[in-house]
């Protein structure tokens, strides 16, 4: 999970060196709906809402549910 953000991130500072804008556009997209889709889905599969956990809560809006 953390290797595919940061090779997205490296490709999308390429896309932005080159002045690619339709193609960084594109990767942002494809990089960011199905990881909001997962915490969603880690979210209310694991009952993380009802819980008094705000770290965990946090770790989701954060994007960085699958690591814990």
Request: proline share 4%.
């Amino acid at each position: 999970f953390c290797g595919e953000g940061a090779a997205a991130a490296v490709l999308c500072l390429s896309y932005d060196h080159s002045d690619d804008r339709f193609r960084l556009a594109l990767t942002v997209f494809f990089v960011l709906c199905p990881s909001v889709l997962v915490q969603l889905t880690l979210i209310f599969v694991h009952r993380d809402l009802s819980r008094d956990r705000p770290l965990v809560l946090l770790m989701h809006l954060l994007q960085l549910g699958p690591i814990i």
